[in-house]
T-cell receptor, first 112, second 113 residues
Framework: EAQVTQNPRYLITVTGKKLTVTCSQN?????MSWYRQDPGLGLRQIYY???????DKGDVPEGYKVSRKEKRNFPLILESPSPNQTSLYFC???????????FGPGTRLLVL | LAKTTQPISMDSYEGQEVNITCSHN???????ITWYQQFPSQGPRFIIQ???TKVTNEVASLFIPADRKSSTLSLPRVSLSDTAVYYC??????????????FGTGTQLKVEL
């Protein structure tokens, strides 16, 4: 089944404890992206990747890192999480920039 | 960066046609306009995409004027199951050059009997 998977789906952590949210797609898509969604603020892009080894900042990159070492995976790294990073995170992929994006199920993160 | 704006909410009744408009003054010349639907605690799901004029598929129509600074998603004969948040997604021109995909502010559609 063609899909985007994220892990974990739910995570509670404490301030400063490094964490990684994984994202994987099995559709051979070039473009991948991370978004965060907060009440009243809609979907905001954190980072995106046009293809392997090429990543760029979105609207809200502060406090996040990404890597795209292989086409199928695009992990989101929070080196030192803070409470203001408590949010719902979505990973998405598409064949190319601007084509239909397929979203993962979301990861709900709570930073205490 | 100019925001891509939508009405915050809309109410409708089953069987009616609903039109949701997105304003995107900074749309990039070669970029498409895409609309997504999102239910609570789920990722957005693709509805329709277009570049100019009108596009229609089995669930919606998309109207884009010649200047492309706005777009209207039309949902014919809505039902209760269409209650969701609707987002437009466009490529916008960046101040320093280049362009980037940006979601609109989202419209909460509520359909009642």
């Amino acid at each position: 089944e063609a899909q985007v998977t994220q892990n974990p789906r739910y995570l509670i952590t404490v301030t400063g404890k490094k964490l990684t949210v994984t994202c994987s797609q099995n559709m051979n898509h070039e473009y991948m992206s991370w978004y965060r969604q907060d009440p009243g603020l809609g979907l905001r892009q954190i980072y995106y990747s046009m293809n392997v080894e090429v990543t760029d900042k979105g609207d809200v990159p502060e406090g996040y890192k990404v890597s795209r070492k292989e086409k199928r995976n695009f992990p989101l790294i929070l080196e030192s999480p803070s409470p203001n990073q408590t949010s719902l995170y979505f990973c998405a992929s598409s064949p190319l920039y601007q084509e239909t994006q397929y979203f993962g199920p979301g990861t709900r993160l709570l930073v205490l | 960066l100019a925001k891509t704006t939508q009405p915050i909410s809309m109410d409708s009744y089953e069987g009616q046609e609903v039109n949701i408009t997105c304003s995107h003054n900074n749309i990039a010349t070669n970029d498409y306009i895409t609309w997504y639907q999102q239910f609570p605690s789920q990722g957005p799901r693709f509805i329709i995409q277009g570049y100019k004029t009108k596009v229609t598929n089995e669930v919606a129509s998309l109207f884009i004027p010649a200047d492309r600074k706005s777009s209207t998603l039309s949902l014919p004969r809505v039902s209760l199951s269409d209650t969701a948040v609707y987002y437009c997604l466009v490529g916008v021109i960046l101040t320093g050059g280049g362009n980037k995909l940006t979601f609109g502010t989202g419209t909460q559609l509520k359909v009642e009997l």
